[in-house]
């Protein structure tokens, strides 16, 4: 690898094996370091990324993605990234890999994603791949038409995502886990309203069935089947090395970014979800297509 790469891309996504396309298309040497823990390999089947009838297998769509890159040179390391920091005079970045390395870049694109809040139980890979636990209901809502529906988690974000269900079944409920909800007396009266039943029970046991169904037994011994679960458990940014450089980040710990997706820190861009925008797959490409554009811009009006 060169002594100073024009782009360091951290995590090998979507968002980040796109920038990679672009940056490679663009004659820049820009190197992809990717932990192989993008969430869109937990994806069983993707139906509305356009372009794809009948839908994609998370995996199998970065093994294209990740193809096209290599196509054009693209150079794509299986690594951890576990410092980042300034050079001095501000003349790019430093980043330190997990197996010791150091690597030099003038420019930085996060694309490191978001880990989602899941239910502890067995073989959760598995129950996600037979589609008996879910995250995201804008991607696949539509596959569960009509079904009876578990939405897991408390508080606004549970809430939301439980009142977004219920245009596609009438079949919601909303477990807390345990945890109390503290809903006004007009919040209970719109989920009432709404069909969705609240049940503040803990769970004692998850079970994923063979029949496509997953029964889910509280601990005052009460036994609930559903067709499907959705986690609205929360997400974690994976943003400690924007951290580092001291960021500016929202709430919520993903990265505020202007229209080309740069962040504060001059040099250092994100994509994906790690930024503070909608969690879908297009988004992050668009955002990668902006983000490698303006770095390839923002390097050639430097140069």
């Not at 069935?209 to 997400?235: H, M, P, Q, W």
């Not at 962040?263 to 902006?290: F, H, K, W």
Request: charged residues 20%.
């Amino acid at each position: 690898m060169p002594t100073m790469l024009d782009c360091l891309i951290v995590g090998g996504g979507p968002a980040g094996l796109t920038a990679a396309i672009y940056l490679a298309r663009y004659r820049r040497k820009a190197l992809v370091v990717d932990e192989a823990k993008s969430r869109c390999a937990w994806i069983p089947t993707s139906h509305n990324l356009a372009g794809f009838t009948g839908g994609i297998r998370g995996t199998d769509l970065l093994a294209r993605i990740r193809a096209q890159a290599g196509s054009y040179g693209a150079c794509i390391e299986t690594e951890s990234v576990a410092r980042l920091e300034r050079l001095s005079g501000g003349c790019g970045f430093r980043a330190g890999l997990g197996d010791g390395r150091e690597i030099d870049a003038a420019s930085v694109l996060l694309a490191t994603g978001v880990i989602d809040g899941q239910p502890r139980m067995p073989h959760l890979y598995d129950a996600m791949q037979r589609g008996l636990i879910r995250v995201c209901p804008i991607c696949d809502g539509y596959e569960v038409i009509d079904r009876r529906i578990a939405v897991l988690g408390h508080g606004a974000q549970a809430v939301g995502e439980a009142r977004f269900i219920r245009t596609y079944s009438p079949y919601v409920t909303l477990l807390t886990l345990g945890e109390p909800m503290a809903l006004s007396i007009e919040e209970r009266g719109e989920l009432d309203a709404a069909g969705i039943v609240v049940i503040e029970d803990p769970v004692a046991t998850v079970v994923a069935g063979e029949d496509l169904r997953t029964r889910l037994t509280l601990e005052s011994g009460r036994i609930l089947d559903f067709d499907t679960l959705y986690s609205a458990l929360g997400i974690t940014a994976r943003s400690g090395l924007a951290e580092q450089l001291g960021a500016a980040m929202d709430e919520d710990g993903r990265l505020v970014v202007d229209r080309h997706q740069r962040s504060s820190v001059p040099g250092l861009y994100a994509a994906g979800d790690v930024v503070s925008t909608l969690n879908q797959i297009a988004v992050a490409m668009g955002e990668a297509a902006m983000a490698a554009t303006a770095i390839h811009n923002d390097l050639r009006h430097r140069d």
